[in-house]
């Protein structure tokens, strides 16, 4: 074979290969027939690995040829860069809404999206006056659904949650209609990749910048919370956007950025380390920035200021003081001794998650692969700054065993992965070339896959969807089926049978033996009919509750029962319930966007 036709033929195999990786790291697996055999890969790391040394065996037999594809190629990829990162934001997208959730369905969800109405119609409470009704000492928070909690005076409910987030879904409810609030996360995640690019570009890196745009893109836990309506992936973009705006030397960029801030505090209260950080940046930049720096300070943190108040406000309206919190108080959430199971959790979790690439960040942070300009120390002191605040804000929080509670570190993780890039990028360059740019491509590729493989894994794609529609599906039957007066015990669905079926809820979590025993009768003496909805994982607690043994069966008429996704039971809880035919109940897994009957019961 003559050296051009062996060249041809490498090159094909190294493109099939490299596109092989891919088609089996988006699906999780390729198989079909040929000729008879029957061709099957699910691992993505082997046609990689194919690829670099097909690659190794091009670099030796024709070395010259490869120098000039791979400065063409680099050529090519800077100009493209920023069609690149925007083809990864719109994807980001693009998917968010294909397979997200659009349900208001747990407490985040619920929560959220219902704080969303009482913001679209100016109320900020929900009374329930049916609590003064009910004999049990805990009524008021039993009355509460997830996401709620008792207000400190009255017979009312209030929200858990900071209302940032809720704030942008009421104003997209009046703009879009019902299906406004689930739209928001997945616009912030393309917001997210971009500001991440964005970032990049303003310290010089584009490249290294649309590294991280794309890597951020594919990351799994960004592509997991964007299924959901939570506030992870928005408190994520906002800050990174903050960073990107402060890397700018006027007046205008440290303003913006601090009406950006404003409302990344508003929708996360406890990252309030990161604005600190940013501030004692800005205060440490003031000798530097030629006269302007006190200006630049001052339009940080005014904007920062008016958003403490509101909050402050909102917590002593909500909460009976200005430092109460819908989550807790301080002694609670934090803890020194939670340092450790934290670290080790979230070292982990970014491990599993995004490789070891992700830990080349520190590298660049203390400047050992970081030549940026115009101002290397002051970019890495911002950098570094924003990255600490969120660590900070975390690592004696409370700790949770999961996976995806890595998201907690979601504003940190596109500033990590830019810095990862850079120094990946540096120690690349200290190879000859073209084994240079074949080593970082095939790094990136790895990683790449490694992501999008994690995420295919972790039920992002589909599954998600599926699970979180058997809220909409259980309300659509209780809606349908059980009267306007019923009232539910619950836990899970406490939010969702509201949102959906305008039904009274009724936290059984809030109640123990005998006053669970007795709900259903002193619920019907206040005029309603009692129901129960209960999920199999669920039921454990419940017979603990009134005091059955593990094995018994719960002591209410059976009326429904779902098996797929999630199995639950629905039940009369009515004393005198007459047996009836069960109903079997499937799911439909369509998404709708469902206005509410009323987010308060009546």
């Given at each position: ?48 690995t ?55 369905s ?26 003064a ?101 928005p ?40 604005p ?55 002694d ?37 692969t ?32 999961d996976?995806?509670?890595v ?75 059980l ?90 809880a ?8 069960p ?20």
């Amino acid at each position: 074979m003559s050296r051009p036709a062996a060249r041809a033929v490498l090159l094909v195999l190294i493109l099939l290969c490299i596109l092989w990786t891919a088609a089996v790291a988006l699906t999780g697996g390729v198989q079909f027939h040929f000729a008879g055999v029957l061709i099957r890969s699910r691992d993505s790391f082997r046609p990689l690995t194919a690829a670099a040394v097909l690659l190794i065996v091009y670099g030796f037999l024709f070395r010259e040829a490869l120098i000039r594809e791979t400065d063409a190629l680099v050529r090519v990829a800077r100009r493209i860069a920023p069609f690149a990162t925007a083809a990864a934001a719109v994807a980001v997208v693009a998917a968010a809404i294909h397979w997200g959730t659009f349900a208001a369905s747990g407490a985040d969800s619920y929560g959220y999206v219902s704080q969303a109405y009482l913001w679209a119609e100016g109320r900020l409470r929900i009374d329930q006056p049916i609590a003064a009704r009910l004999p049990w000492p805990s009524a008021d928070s039993s009355l509460a659904p997830l996401g709620y909690k008792a207000a400190s005076q009255g017979h009312a409910i209030v929200p858990t949650y900071a209302p940032g987030l809720p704030i942008l879904m009421a104003l997209a409810l009046r703009l879009a209609g019902a299906c406004g609030p689930f739209v928001v996360v997945p616009i912030c995640a393309g917001l997210l990749v971009w500001s991440a690019y964005a970032t990049g570009r303003r310290l010089g890196v584009t490249g290294a910048g649309a590294i991280a745009a794309i890597l951020t893109a594919a990351s799994p836990i960004v592509l997991f919370q964007s299924m959901w309506p939570m506030s992870d992936v928005p408190v994520a973009a906002l800050w990174t956007m903050v960073v990107a705006l402060l890397l700018g030397r006027s007046r205008a960029s440290a303003v913006g950025a601090g009406i950006i801030a404003a409302m990344a505090l508003l929708v996360r209260p406890n990252l309030l380390l990161v604005p600190a950080a940013l501030g004692l940046w800005l205060l440490w930049q003031v000798p530097r920035a030629r006269g302007n720096g006190v200006a630049r300070l001052i339009g940080f943190a005014l904007p920062l200021g008016v958003a403490s108040i509101v909050v402050a406000a909102l917590n002593d309206y909500w909460y009976g003081g200005p430092w109460a919190s819908g989550y807790g108080g301080f002694d609670y959430l934090y803890s020194a001794s939670r340092l450790r199971p934290n670290v080790t959790a979230y070292v982990t979790d970014l491990w599993q998650t995004h490789t070891a690439f992700i830990f080349l960040f520190p590298l660049a942070l203390i400047g050992v692969t970081m030549p940026l300009q115009p101002d290397t120390r002051s970019a890495r002191a911002l950098l570094g700054s924003a990255i600490a605040g969120v660590w900070l804000s975390y690592l004696f929080y409370i700790p949770f065993s999961d996976w995806w509670y890595v998201r907690f570190l979601l504003p940190a993780l596109p500033l990590m992965l830019l810095l990862a890039a850079i120094a990946a990028s540096r120690l690349a360059a200290l190879l000859a070339p073209p084994w240079n740019t074949l080593v970082l491509g095939t790094i990136l590729l790895a990683v790449l896959a490694s992501e999008l493989s994690f995420a295919r894994d972790t039920a992002t794609f589909g599954r998600l969807r599926e699970l979180e529609h058997r809220y909409i599906d259980i309300a659509r039957y209780v809606d349908a089926t059980l009267p306007p007066n019923a009232a539910i015990l619950c836990m899970q669905h406490s939010g969702a049978l509201r949102f959906y079926a305008g039904r009274l809820t009724v936290r059984y979590d809030w109640l123990d033996a005998p006053w669970l025993a007795r709900a259903g009768r002193d619920l019907q003496a206040a005029g309603y009919h009692p129901y129960a909805v209960i999920e199999d994982w669920e039921a454990a607690d419940v017979r603990r509750r009134l005091d059955l043994p593990p094995d018994a069966p719960l002591p209410w008429a059976l009326v429904a029962r779902m098996l797929e996704p999630a199995p639950l039971t629905v039940y009369d809880a009515a004393p005198d319930a007459a047996p009836v035919m069960p109903v079997a109940l499937t799911g439909t897994n369509v998404r709708e966007c469902l206005m509410q009957k009323r987010v308060d019961a009546r």
